[in-house]
């Protein structure tokens, strides 16, 4: 199977939010889709499709952060969110996605790319592994209701 990369268009929009949907499946659809025009409009992020022929078969939102734990330069390509098919897992998809959110990281300037997951999430922290991210730490967020 041949992958290419694109950027996303405006006219990709309900394609890209069904996969957002694959990234955060209890998410209602009005916060799923509620930035997805700043996105688009900003410099500082960037959303790459993978696609099989015309389809789309998974997606990468990349932006640039002031910082990041375990980077030590400014800014900071850091990835958003991370999608492939489910049928389609296992076969490169996701290192294609990884190195066009790298190279276009590494063209704004920055020496880091960093990423996050759940702590549950051991196939995230898997397929992280496996193109070459490192775990740096591991946190524990609370808040208290006033």
């Known amino acids: 199977m041949e992958i290419a990369i694109r950027c996303i268009a405006p006219e990709d929009k309900a394609e890209w939010?069904?996969?957002?949907?694959?990234?955060?499946?209890?998410?209602?659809?009005?916060?799923?889709d509620y930035d997805m025009d700043d996105v688009l409009a900003s410099d500082r992020y960037a959303v790459f499709?993978?696609?099989?022929?015309?389809?789309?078969?998974?997606?990468?939102?990349?932006?640039?952060?002031?910082?990041?734990?375990?980077?030590?330069?400014?800014?900071?390509?850091?990835?958003?969110a991370w999608f492939v098919d489910e049928k389609l897992r296992?076969?490169?998809?996701?290192?294609?996605?990884?190195?066009?959110?790298?190279?276009?990281?590494?063209?704004?300037?920055?020496?880091?790319?960093?990423?996050?997951t759940w702590l549950e999430n051991e196939t995230s922290i898997r397929a992280h592994?496996?193109?070459?991210?490192?775990e740096v730490e591991r946190l524990v967020h609370f808040v208290k209701r006033l």
Not at 17 to 32: I, Q, S, T
Not at 93 to 116: F, H, P, Q, Y
């Open 90 to 116: 296992g076969k490169g998809i996701a290192g294609v996605l990884t190195d066009a959110a790298e190279n276009w990281a590494r063209s704004k300037g920055c020496a880091d790319m960093a990423s996050d």
């Open 17 to 32: 939010l069904r996969m957002r949907k694959g990234v955060w499946p209890e998410a209602p659809d009005e916060y799923l």
């Open 49 to 80: 499709f993978a696609v099989s022929g015309d389809t789309p078969v998974g997606m990468i939102e990349v932006r640039l952060r002031e910082s990041a734990e375990g980077c030590f330069s400014s800014p900071v390509g850091y990835i958003e």
């Open 129 to 134: 592994a496996k193109v070459g991210y490192v």
